[in-house]
């Protein structure tokens, strides 16, 4: 279930995609990256 947030802000049932992952740790620190994304689309 979407939360009250995006239910306001998609008010139809058309969610943008969303993924949640969890590592609990590395092999080696310096791997850690971080990753944000924003994406758009705008209908002709």
Request: avoid cysteine; aromatic fraction near 6%.
């Amino acid at each position: 279930m979407p939360s009250k947030l995006t239910q306001l802000s998609f008010p139809t049932t058309n969610y943008p995609p969303n993924t949640l992952l969890v590592v609990s740790r590395l092999v080696r620190p310096e791997f850690l990256i971080e990753v944000e994304g924003t994406a758009a689309v705008i209908s002709a």
